[in-house]
T-cell receptor
Framework: DAGVIQSPRHEVTEMGQEVTLRCKPI?????LFWYRQTMMRGLELLIY????????DSGMPEDRFSAKMPNASFSTLKIQPSEPRDSAVYFC?????????????FGDGTRLSIL | DQQVKQNSPSLSVQEGRISILNCDYT??????FLWYKKYPAEGPTFLIS?????DKNEDGRFTVFLNKSAKHLSLHIVPSQPGDSAVYFC?????????????FGTGTRLKVLA
């Protein structure tokens, strides 16, 4: 089975540009999560969706960040305008419904560098 | 304010010995705890979990211990193998009804020396 697929794997762009990160969850998974990893704060949950509906976006740092899930097989995380402090590794994860103890399955991440 | 803390950024252990990774938490309302392992350039992978109603869970070489009174979680790997070299994250879930949110620590890098 294919795992969670994220693209691009690496993104380097200049400050002020729009950045779009993409995620395809595991087929059949009902929950999708976006995380950001930094050295100082570890893995932080930004937002998660259930059946394409945002459930908790309390981790989204600023209005410059937005996330959408137009269908069950695709989600985007957008940063506009980007800033150097947004540089981090962004992970997408998905999990099954059927109990809160289902583990989350992570993609390999997008390493974002804002110059 | 980190609710889940991994105070040791790194740990080195000889192959065959026990590795003990520690995690402390501040919120007594967490009801489920997990450990994830992460290799470079890959996403974290689920390793083992424990519910707050238990104090120990074992899966092969991996055992997680939970001490609720001390708000402390530990992962034991016995015996350690070079392939265990990775970053280990502990995570906790609030007991808030219906939430699927995990709160992760900053990770501990384990190096198993051959």
């Amino acid at each position: 089975d294919a795992g969670v697929i994220q693209s691009p794997r690496h993104e380097v762009t200049e400050m002020g540009q729009e950045v779009t990160l993409r995620c395809k969850p595991i087929s059949g998974h009902d929950y999708l999560f976006w995380y950001r990893q930094t050295m100082m704060r570890g893995l932080e949950l930004l937002i998660y969706f259930n059946n394409n509906v945002p459930i908790d976006d309390s981790g989204m740092p600023e209005d410059r960040f937005s996330a959408k899930m137009p269908n069950a097989s695709f989600s985007t995380l957008k940063i506009q305008p980007s800033e150097p402090r947004d540089s981090a590794v962004y992970f997408c994860a998905s999990s099954l419904a059927g109990g809160r103890n289902q583990p989350q399955h992570f993609g390999d991440g997008t390493r974002l560098s804002i110059l | 304010d980190q609710q889940v803390k991994q105070n040791s950024p790194s740990l080195s252990v000889q192959e065959g010995r026990i590795s003990i990774l520690n995690c402390d938490y501040t919120n007594s309302m967490f009801d489920y705890f997990l450990w994830y392992k992460k290799y470079p350039a890959e996403g974290p992978t689920f390793l083992i979990s424990i519910s707050s109603i238990k104090d120990k869970n074992e899966d092969g070489r991996f055992t997680v211990f939970l001490n609720k009174s001390a708000k402390h979680l530990s992962l034991h790997i016995v015996p350690s193998q070079p392939g265990d070299s990775a970053v280990y994250f502990c995570a906790a879930r609030p007991a808030t009804s219906g939430t699927y949110k995990y709160i992760f620590g900053t990770g501990t890098r384990l190096k198993v020396l051959a």
